[in-house]
């Protein structure tokens, strides 16, 4: 994969501002797993700064905030997609930046919440704009419906509920698969052609985005992303198991460990089940 962009044009720039765009940041977790989070506020401040909009606080920017490594893919409404890694430096709370996301439709008149807070990141590099290869993703989704009833890992208790399988097993819905370099930055790749076999397991042919999907490291663990343009959206870790054949369509699997819900108000963690606890300060509760 080449990242030849060290800094962004006025174009790249352009196609980060509109607020209607599907927007993720990949960051790594205080155990080393990558995260990936639903940020439709990152914005370009310059050719070589990247900016988050803070208005509902999940666990990226605390992780961004101890391990300052990350990665970010846009995709704007014509479908052109732009991936890089920057790196966390600062936030603030006021600013050109901080007036510029309040000054937008969306946040401007919202009576509920504004960015509260803007994040800074320095570009480390980029590609794009890149078309999604829509012939190849439309068979390989084929491929992997085909292939992903001879994939399932049996029939222990079930990890996905219905709601999430639905998404994933969608062929409208938006799928990446992120994972953690050997320098220690996540990558993006996208992974629309994912399902589910049963509740245990993903699936996707490699038909799409092969070259890419054959540098994960297998055994490691990496967290799928699914979304649908309804904003609806999960995440899920585990290991990336490598490939098989199932009905001999080589394909790549993903035996699930970890749920979580990342659609606010209510982030959290779905898989395994966290135990009910009493809330008896403000500061315990999610996004205090």
């Known amino acids: 994969m080449l990242y030849n962009i060290k800094a962004l044009d006025e174009k790249a720039i352009a ?3 509109p607020a209607e765009k599907i927007g993720l940041v990949a960051t790594v977790t205080p155990e080393g797993l990558p995260h990936l989070t639903l ?3 990152i914005r370009a401040a310059g050719p070589k700064q990247i900016t988050l909009g803070e208005f509902c606080r999940g666990q990226s920017k605390a992780q961004l905030q101890k391990n300052p490594k990350s990665a970010f893919l846009v995709m704007t409404m014509d479908r052109k997609i732009w991936r890089g890694h920057a790196r966390w430096t600062h936030l603030r709370t006021e600013g050109p930046e901080y007036q510029s996301y309040n000054d937008l439709p969306m ?4 009576a509920y919440f504004g960015i509260n807070t803007v994040h800074y990141l320095d570009l480390i590099d980029a590609r794009g704009a890149e078309a999604l290869p829509l012939p190849a ?6 491929m992997t419906k085909m292939a992903k009833g001879g994939a399932a890992a049996g029939k222990n208790i079930p990890i996905l509920n219905f709601f999430s399988e639905v998404l994933f097993n969608r062929l409208d819905a938006l799928k990446f698969i992120a994972y953690i370099r050997s320098d220690g930055y996540p990558e993006i790749i996208p992974l629309l052609q994912c399902q589910t076999a049963g ?3 993903l699936i996707f ?11 994960i490291p297998v055994g490691q663990k990496v967290a799928v992303f699914g979304l649908t343009l309804q904003m609806e959206d999960v995440l899920v870790r585990g290991a990336f198991t490598g490939f098989s054949r199932p009905r001999l369509i080589r394909s790549g699997m993903v035996d699930i460990d970890f749920v979580y819900n990342s659609m606010p108000p209510a982030h959290g963690q779905i898989y395994p089940p966290v135990p009910l606890q009493p809330v008896t300060r403000w500061s315990d509760f999610p996004g205090s």
């Open 39 to 41: 940020i439709t506020s």
């Open 199 to 201: 509740s245990r397991r």
């Open 205 to 215: 042919s490699t038909l799409a985005y092969g070259k890419e999907i054959d540098r």
């Open 137 to 142: 993703i439309i068979v390989a989704s084929l």
């Open 15 to 17: 196609a980060f501002s």
């Open 107 to 110: 946040f401007r008149y919202n």
